[in-house]
Structures are given as structure tokens and as C-alpha cells.
T-cell receptor
Framework: QKEVEQNSGPLSVPEGAIASLNCTYS??????FFWYRQYSGKSPELIMF????GDKEDGRFTAQLNKASQYVSLLIRDSQPSDSATYLC????????????FGAGTQVVVTP | EPEVTQTPSHQVTQMGQEVILRCVPI?????FYWYRQILGQKVEFLVS????????KSEIFDDQFSVERPDGSNFTLKIRSTKLEDSAMYFC??????????????FGPGTRLTVT
């Protein structure tokens, strides 16, 4: 069974600090990696994706990918109370047209 | 963000009844998907749909489930005989080409299905 693993949290982060979220995956056929944010009772919202090793920045978010170690991470800089949500890591295989396998998510709580 | 709409927002049905969940992807979506999320659990892939055919499906997507795009715009998920364990949020998603090697999936707001 191919797995996507995340720490469930909650990850408590002071306002203005950096939140660091990690995700590991077991399927070496994984090609693309996505971070979604999900507020309670709502649908997943795409934050960003990454498919090349290294860092990718988008505003206050930075995704990092290390395929050799099979992990992907998300940094949230200058965390705001509105960032309080569950962050879902999702992976897509190279031979799939979009089937995403999700982790269980990490709950982030940003405290004022 | 390319908007996907879903109806109804909440559906209550009795065990054994058929339900149809509806989704309207936007016109430039390439692929369409259904996912479900049982309360407190992971988002799970059900099925992907392209060019009026199922392209991929999970083990969850058994003979009780079917999908179709009857009129070229609506995309539906039918559950023929609902079970208690079908109670979940059902999300429709659409795939958008966002750039070279860049395919992004956008989720609709979901339908909460409650089977009693």
C-alpha cells in the first residue's frame, strides 16, 4: 500500500513565525507533489505544487522537494491567524492523469 | 482559481436509496474527478473521467458507483444503493493546464452525503 505520511499535529505557531510542515511518501513513481489547505468543513484549496527537486517559492509559501529522500515540505513564513487550517500533502504518479493520493493532513494553529 | 460548483450542498438519504451528486466544472477543465472524505479521515480518490470515459478508478469505486457527463457540462456521481458507510463529503475536482508540465486540480465546495 503506497502511503503519504504527515504529522497530524496540531502544530502551534506564534503569529509572524515560520510554520514548517513535512510529508513523506513511499511510492517512487510519484512525480508531482501538491499542498492543499483545508479549513474545517470546507474543500481543499490548492496552495502550490512542485515537481523538481529543490525549492519553489510563492508569496509566503515555500515548497521543498527531495525525491531521493522521498519527502516534501512546506514552509509558511510570517504566519497569520488566517493560516490556521489543516494542510494536506498530495502526490501524483507519473503514469496517472491526476489521481491524487492524500496524506491525512497536519493541523496548524497560529496563535496571536 | 477556476471555480467548480456542486449541488446539492447537503443530501440526506435513507440506506438503500439512490443518490445523484452533481458537479459543474468550468469549460477548460481537461479531466474531472470525484473524491470523498469520510469525517476525520483522508481525502480519497474515487474516479477520474476524460473524454466521456473513466480513465482511472479506485477500489472504492465499485459497481454501486457510476459517473457520467450527460449534457456536456454537468458531471454526475451516482450511488445506486447507498450504505451507511457512504456518508462522507464528496468533492468534484477539475484539472487545468496551468503552464508547461503544470496541471492543477481545483476542488468544488463538496456535497455532504448523510445516509440514515
Amino acid at each position: 500500500q503506497k502511503e503519504v505520511e504527515q504529522n497530524s499535529g496540531p502544530l502551534s505557531v506564534p503569529e509572524g513565525a515560520i510554520a514548517s510542515l513535512n510529508c513523506t511518501y513511499s511510492d517512487r513513481g510519484s512525480q508531482s507533489f501538491f499542498w492543499y489547505r483545508q479549513y474545517s468543513g470546507k474543500s481543499p484549496e490548492l496552495i502550490m505544487f512542485i515537481y523538481s527537486n529543490g525549492d519553489k517559492e510563492d508569496g509566503r509559501f515555500t515548497a521543498q522537494l527531495n525525491k531521493a529522500s522521498q519527502y516534501v515540505s512546506l514552509l509558511i513564513r510570517d504566519s497569520q491567524p488566517s493560516d490556521s487550517a489543516t494542510y494536506l500533502c498530495a502526490v501524483k504518479r507519473a503514469d496517472s492523469w491526476g489521481k491524487l493520493q492524500f496524506g491525512a493532513g497536519t493541523q496548524v494553529v497560529v496563535t496571536p | 482559481e477556476p471555480e467548480v460548483t456542486q449541488t446539492p450542498s447537503h443530501q440526506v438519504t435513507q440506506m438503500g436509496q439512490e443518490v445523484i451528486l452533481r458537479c459543474v466544472p468550468i469549460s477548460n477543465h481537461l479531466y474531472f474527478y470525484w473524491y470523498r472524505q469520510i469525517l476525520g479521515q483522508k481525502v480519497e480518490f474515487l474516479v477520474s473521467f476524460y473524454n466521456n470515459e473513466i480513465s482511472e478508478k479506485s477500489e472504492i469505486f465499485d459497481d454501486q458507483f457510476s459517473v457520467e457527463r450527460p449534457d456536456g457540462s454537468n458531471f454526475t456521481l451516482k450511488i445506486r444503493s447507498t450504505k451507511l458507510e457512504d456518508s462522507a463529503m464528496y468533492f468534484c475536482a477539475g484539472l487545468v493546464l496551468a503552464g508547461a508540465n503544470s496541471y492543477e486540480q481545483y476542488f468544488g465546495p463538496g456535497t455532504r452525503l448523510t445516509v440514515t
